[in-house]
């Protein structure tokens, strides 16, 4: 019938129809019993290890501590990222003299770094936002130069015929012009720097959601793992979803 | 103003690979004049604008306006691409008014003159769109209003009108047509498509092609009043078919 193709055809339906198939499936699977309580917890056991955490602050104190480092590491990097990735972009000889040396770096794992991190640094906050930083800075770097090098030629052509010297050209044809991919490029990578901090967190922190997953994970707690991944989860995906709002306002002529 | 190209020769590459584009190309255009420059790809024609328009450096001979040699792009030589040419986070108006903002002008100049050249273009009601809000005659049109309005000596056309369809293409040649004669604007026009030179042009120089070189120049002297009958007129027509047989004189043959 048309109402039901209709509804089904609505952007978000079929996802929430999913993910309410998988919850449906992991209730059933855990109520049959069939599965050891210790490998799959049932959901409403993550639901109370959830409550429990929430009620004592302690989640919303890790989810801070988690957020505020994530915050700080990808800010830095997304602010240096663009005048290097810009410059990369316009100037071959910089190009040239810096990509190679990124491209090696970037594949190096980035939590191999921890140790020399926690080395250098110590462990409170410097190397998690460290460890942030180097694992992104290179990958949106290198994203914003490819951005800056498919600017259309015309472009730039027609405001140096119209007068326009290298910084205004900058600032007003290929600024705006980037902008979305930009936008893109910090969204994409987000979700390392998310990866990353958990990472990091798990080796070393005080509190932290990743913190929390190691302890729970000391003490066989699978309900409270289960809690802290599924919280993650949602944090990345309000995330994700935050940089996509901002790109359809920010950016409406592109869409 | 005199525009001189005089002896201008360019190549690309280097040693083994250099390829010679342009052989001492040599023409003028004055003041108020209409030039067009005909010739297949391969002949070299948008080279010959990118270097008038600084965008290029000559590897010989000089481009000189009014006697003092051109080097560096600047807002006397107005360019107008084929595509891409608005810049898209912009509607037509921020478009036409971009080179003014860059040249520093006050701020009741520009929307006086932005507001003049849309008129001028036919486009005031269109001063609020987006450029993919607007067909593609439209876009050249407000293309050519934002060189317009940044005040240039002469309007460089690099095939304008070659990514619209034919019927658009006809209104937009009638449409430059006017244009010229109401502002007087003094115009350099690239096309492979030699009616459309005649059609506009006074005075049309054909390039042949690798390495690109004129050939033949021609003054243009037909009865432009109405922009149809034209088209079919005799005089037109004839000259069309004797340079069109020109043109395939200079194409390699086909089949050897």
């Known amino acids: 019938m048309p109402s039901l193709q209709r509804l089904l055809r609505h952007p978000w339906v079929l996802g929430i129809l999913g993910i309410l198939a998988v919850l449906l499936l992991w209730w059933i699977t855990t109520a049959s019993g069939s599965v050891n309580k210790l490998f799959l917890p049932s959901p409403q056991a993550v639901w109370q290890a959830g409550q429990r955490q929430w009620g004592s602050g302690l989640l919303l ?13 990808f800010a830095m990097s997304a602010g240096l990222a663009l005048p290097v990735g810009i410059t990369m972009g316009t100037s071959p000889v910089i190009c040239r003299l810096l990509e190679p040396l990124m491209g090696l770096i ?17 462990l409170d906050e410097l190397p998690k936002v460290l460890l942030i ?67 990091a967190e798990l080796m070393a922190a005080t509190e932290g959601l990743g913190k929390r997953i190691s302890l729970a994970q000391r003490f066989l707690r699978t309900d409270e793992i289960f809690m802290g991944l599924i919280v993650i989860g949602l944090i990345g995906l309000l995330i994700d979803l935050g940089f996509r709002a901002l790109m359809r306002r920010a950016c409406a002529w592109a869409n | 103003m005199h525009l001189q190209i005089a ?23 004055n003041s108020g004049e209409f030039v067009a420059l005909v010739g297949s790809s391969g002949s070299g024609k948008s080279t010959v604008l990118r270097l008038i328009a600084g965008l290029e450096r000559p590897s010989a001979g000089s481009i000189r306006m009014d006697g003092r040699p051109l080097s560096a792009p600047g807002s006397d030589r107005g360019m107008v691409f084929q595509k891409y040419s608005l810049y898209p986070w912009l509607t037509a108006a921020q478009n036409v008014a971009f080179g003014m ?7 009741a100049e520009i929307r006086e003159r932005t507001g003049y050249f849309l008129e001028v273009v036919g486009l005031a009601d269109a001063a609020r769109r987006l450029p993919r809000e607007l067909s593609g005659g439209m876009q050249q049109r407000v293309a050519i209003a934002r060189a317009l309005a940044a005040e240039p000596q002469v309007l460089l056309l690099d095939e304008p009108f070659g990514a619209l369809d034919i019927q658009i293409r006809e209104s937009m040649q009638e449409f430059l047509h006017n244009l010229w004669r ?5 115009a350099l026009l690239i096309t492979h498509d030699l009616e459309e030179a005649l059609l506009l042009a006074g005075t049309v120089h054909i390039l042949a092609p690798a390495p690109g070189r004129i050939v033949r ?37 086909l089949v050897a």
């Open chain 2, 182 to 186: 109401r502002t007087g604007l003094t």
């Open chain 2, 101 to 107: 903002e860059l040249q520093g002008r006050p701020r």
């Open chain 1, 106 to 122: 970037r594949y190096m794992p980035a939590p191999a770094f921890i140790p020399l991190l926690i080395i250098y640094f110590g």
């Open chain 2, 7 to 29: 002896d201008v020769s360019k190549s690309f590459g280097y040693g083994a690979r250099t390829k010679e584009v342009l052989r001492q190309v040599s023409f003028a255009v």
């Open chain 2, 217 to 253: 120049s021609v003054t243009v002297d037909l009865d432009r009043s109405s922009m149809a009958h034209l088209r079919v007129s005799r005089p037109f027509l004839d000259l069309r078919e004797e340079l069109a047989q020109c043109l395939r004189g200079l194409e390699p043959a």
């Open chain 1, 61 to 73: 104190k890790d989810a801070l501590a988690s957020i505020q480092r994530v915050f700080i590491g």
């Open chain 1, 133 to 199: 930083f180097i694992g992104t800075f290179f990958f949106n770097t290198l994203m914003i130069m490819d951005a800056v090098k498919f600017v259309p030629r015309e472009l730039v052509e027609t405001a140096r015929t119209l007068g326009g010297r290298t910084l205004p050209i900058l600032l007003k044809v290929v600024a705006p012009f980037i902008a979305p991919q930009v936008l893109d490029t910090y969204r994409i990578n987000m979700a390392s720097a998310w990866n990353l901090v958990i990472v």
